[in-house]
């Protein structure tokens, strides 16, 4: 920097430098996704403060505290000056070179490269100097275009005015509306399109309390214009977000004069916050737009290797750190309960109940939508909710064949059994507290789910139409007496006109509904459906009369016995007809070489049913015998306790392996250990031949620790062994995921629990930073050493302990019995006894040691090792008086005595 600039110019200029590396990215992303600021109740104030901030008042405060400090350092201020316009360029390219590469020494390699190469063009050339005064204009150009952007001011419209909305009510009575996503028709009927009453009851006595519409249809193929169009009335005809602001006439709004509202909306906003929770200072508003635009920003520029600690901001719009540990009801509601239904459920209940107004009470529950988790008896199999593993092709298709629209089918009937459930659990909470009978009660679903092979189940197709557009609608006005079955042809914008109708009320608000209970209502010819697609709305048509409604239902009549409700789902196959026999009563063809390794094989060691959680999801691998290909085809059941309780098809087979999964019955299960079988039903013409597979014996890992108790190497089921170094793998534990941070990613995580191995994941897939381990055994305190769970990720040639927030001592000792070490001789041989019984032989001697481990043994004992990472000489003993010994164990598992 040849020619000096003024401390003036030197702030202009990092300031400018800021508004590029922070305050456009996040206005990009804010504008990109306005639905953050609409979550956190802002209005076009909050905008023009947040813009000022953001985009002037940061970047001028950054400049001039760097210009500040670059001049206390008198005359190294130039070179802290450079440095600073070296951090500004690097942080502008970050986000640049983590899209060029996923790895984080490739990504910050490219911006130290930027930086300096800027810095050094800064300093050099007089024109950069001077450029970089002329783009100080951004520090009005940034936040003026921002704030007067048409996606900020069209998404933060004035606060919605609630009176204008308001409506006059004749015969208040409480309202009841009930959402259950991704509902389908098929998925209540049988084939003959009449509720399955045997798998559904409380649908089934719905309907016979309601009026049922069964040629009801939704408008939208997505949530975020499905509801909406359900609380307003109106036709989606534009892609906006789903808030108050956008749809200011709702079912909250105009009766919020008549009724007390009680909206559980985890998924939308269209209760505005007047209404359903208080509405925060522009203080608050702003304050916690900042706190929550701090892990946003860190997530858009940073590698995924630097995020340790920086919360998850893709599950919610808003509070992803919550002060003091506190979370708002609203935002437990939108995080917490867009996941856990029935914790919703009970927060509904809870809400209903008399008061001096009749009440309106409106839930959105998110299933049976995927992640299928639940069991009919309201269980939960599956810590992460993912989908069975054939389901899917590469394209999130479901896959051709039969038996995979089968095993698709299975979890998400079972979990529409769960639906039932609930409905059951509202009903039956309504009688209790006086509202079944006087309420005006609807329950629908906002849209279907797609099973058709071939096609993607959530995206409308006109292979996937009959799935996806039917959905259950049942309207039950007070006083009821009898229920009935409507064919009319019903769309969900007709709820809202329907319920005022009910309620005597009457608006100047434009609806595309009609009341259903009006029969001088004008009919409709067909149905009308809007898609999103490639950012333009548009409609599409269908007749009155969505054909082949039942066709899915059909098939699962088929691919399953649904004679008796819902145990025939745990079949996915044909071979149905051995549920429930014991494995003593088939005839059992001897076989050799055929064996089954499970997942989590630990997890049926330890169940707990009445914990809310059974280990119902079985899945393994097959290891097929040598003349494997004399079963060209074969079924999979699978036995609890010595009860065949599933049967499905193998997947993914590949010469003499196979996968397989199933669901069996949570009533399947004891408390404590439960042993779990796997035999191949064999099928040749109409023979069937039962062969019994023998478990394969998990590998065992064992803790060696030294003196004191600390963890130093673990024993591999080869016989190698490992060192432990704390530090060596980075990462964390947070209840079900382990993230790791760092260059190294860890090759597998081992889980202990009480110093015992339990369970090995081995890096896999897009994400070789994430490994997952069941609820069930990530749920203990470790308050108890023998509960105390322990996770060890290996790096290559050493392992380290990775900790929870429960636990933040990696080298405390290891409950149990961890193995021990000793020296020895066999026929002046060295060698390396365990306490486990192996021996382990010492190769040959040494001088120096190479990269490796140490190991150190006094008097014959293991005392410790040291984990080198480059040459060096081996010193003297320290002590006489001891016998020492030294090993050098190396990167390939070798051992040598090092000479003295």
Not at 424 to 449: F, K, T
Not at 857 to 878: A, H, I, M, Q, Y
Request: charged content about 20%; aromatic content about 8%; some cysteine.
């Amino acid at each position: 920097m040849r020619d000096e600039i003024s401390p003036f110019t030197r702030a202009l200029h990092l300031a400018a430098l800021t508004a590029f590396a922070v305050s456009q990215p996040l206005f990009d992303l804010l504008r990109q996704y306005p639905t953050f600021l609409i979550a956190h109740g802002a209005d076009r104030l909050d905008a023009a403060l947040l813009a000022l901030g953001l985009g002037l008042l940061l970047p001028v405060g950054v400049g001039a505290a760097a210009a500040a400090v670059s001049k206390i350092a008198g005359s190294a201020g130039r070179i802290v000056h450079l440095a600073f316009v070296a951090l500004g360029v690097a942080l502008i390219a970050l986000p640049l070179a983590k899209q060029m590469s996923p790895g984080l020494a490739p990504a910050l390699a490219v911006a130290v490269a930027a930086g300096c190469l800027g810095s050094f063009a800064y300093a050099r050339v007089a024109v950069m100097r001077s450029f970089a005064s002329v783009l100080a204009l951004v520090l009005a150009i940034f936040p003026a275009t921002f704030a007067l952007s048409g996606e900020i001011r069209g998404a933060l419209a004035p606060l919605v005015d609630v009176a204008s909305a308001q409506v006059a009510v004749e015969r208040p009575t409480p309202v009841v509306v009930v959402v259950f996503d991704a509902l389908a028709l098929f998925a209540l009927v049988d084939e003959h399109e009449n509720i399955d009453a045997k798998r559904y009851p409380n649908f089934a006595a719905l309907a016979r309390d309601a009026i049922w519409f069964r040629n009801a249809s939704t408008v939208a193929e997505k949530t975020r214009a499905a509801i909406p169009a359900i609380l307003t009335g109106r036709y989606p005809e534009a892609d906006l977000p789903p808030s108050a602001t956008h749809y200011p006439a709702n079912l909250f709004t105009m009766l919020s004069a008549s009724h007390e509202v009680h909206a559980l909306e985890p998924v939308t906003r269209l209760c505005p916050a007047s209404l359903c929770g208080e509405r925060a200072t522009r203080a608050e508003r702003l304050a916690a737009i900042a706190r929550d635009l701090r892990p946003v920003y860190l997530r858009a520029i940073l590698p995924e290797a630097l995020l340790e600690g920086v919360p998850e901001v893709s599950r919610t719009w808003r509070s992803f750190t919550a002060p003091g540990g506190r979370v708002t009801e609203r935002d437990d509601l939108r995080g917490r309960g867009a996941a856990d239904a029935e914790w919703l459920l009970d927060r509904f209940l809870e809400a209903m109940r008399a008061g001096s107004r009749p009440g309106l009470y409106f839930a959105h529950f998110q299933v049976p939508h995927w992640p299928y988790r639940y069991l009919p008896s309201g269980a939960s199999y599956d810590g992460f909710g993912r989908h069975t593993t054939p389901q899917y092709d590469d394209s999130s298709r479901w896959r051709q064949p039969l038996y995979a629209e089968a095993n698709a089918l299975a979890p998400y009937l079972l979990q529409v059994a769960y639906v039932d459930r609930m409905l059951g659990r509202i009903v039956s909470h309504m009688r209790e507290v006086g509202l079944y009978d006087e309420a005006a009660l609807v329950v629908l679903s906002d849209h279907g789910m797609g099973f058709k092979p071939g096609v993607h189940p959530r995206v409308l197709e006109p292979e996937s139409v009959a799935d996806i557009v039917p959905v259950p609608l049942f309207i039950k006005p007070p006083a009821l007496l009898t229920g009935s079955v409507s064919e009319r042809n019903v769309e969900t914008i007709d709820v809202l006109p329907t319920l005022l109708d009910v309620l005597g009320a009457r608006t100047s608000h434009p609806l595309d509904g009609v009341s259903l209970l009006d029969p001088n209502a004008p009919r409709r010819d067909g149905k009308r459906l809007f898609v999103h697609r490639r950012g333009e709305t548009r409609h599409l048509d269908y007749p009155s009369q969505i054909t082949g409604r039942s066709d899915t239902a059909v098939r699962a009549s088929q691919f399953f016995d649904l004679s008796d409700g819902t145990s025939g789902l745990f079949a996915v196959a044909s071979a149905r007809n051995v549920l429930g026999r014991s494995i003593d009563s088939l005839s059992l063809a001897p076989v050799e070489g055929l064996r089954f390794r499970l997942d989590h094989s630990f997890g049926y060691e330890n169940v707990e049913p009445a914990s809310g959680f059974v280990p119902a999801f079985v899945s393994g691998k097959l290891e097929l015998p040598r003349n494997h290909t004399r079963f060209p085809i074969f079924e999979v059941l699978v036995a609890v306790n010595g009860v065949v309780r599933g049967a499905t098809r193998p997947f993914d087979r590949d010469g003499r392996t196979a996968r397989f999964e199933t669901l069996v019955p949570a009533s399947s299960f004891e408390v404590g250990n439960n042993r779990i079988d796997v035999l191949l039903e064999i099928v040749d013409g109409e023979t069937r031949t039962h062969l019994r597979a023998e478990p394969e014996r998990s590998p065992t890992w064992r803790v060696i620790a030294n003196r004191s108790g600390r963890a130093a190497l673990l024993l591999t089921p080869q016989g190698r062994l490992l060192p432990v170094r704390p530090g060596a793998v980075r990462g964390s534990v947070a209840r079900v995921r382990i993230d790791f941070r760092g260059e190294a990613f860890a090759d597998s995580v081992l889980l202990f629990s009480g110093g015992e191995f339990l369970a090995e994941q081995r890096s896999g897939g897009a994400s070789p930073m994430k490994f997952e381990f069941p609820v069930p055994f990530m749920m203990g305190s470790g308050e108890a050493d023998d509960a105390v769970q322990r996770f060890v990720a290996i790096d290559g040639f050493v392992a380290s302990e990775i900790v929870g927030s429960w636990r933040e001592d990696v080298d405390a000792p290891w409950s149990g019995e961890p193995a021990r070490l000793s020296w020895s001789e066999n026929d002046g041989q060295p060698e390396i006894a365990l306490s486990t019984g192996e021996r382990i032989a010492v190769d040959g001697s040494i001088d120096a040691v190479q990269r490796g481990a140490v190991l150190t043994f006094v008097d014959g004992k293991f005392e410790g090792l040291d984990v080198l990472t480059e040459s060096r000489r081996v010193g003297e003993p320290e002590s006489e008086a001891s016998e020492k010994h030294s090993a050098l164990l190396s990167e390939d598992g070798l051992l040598f005595r090092i000479a003295q």
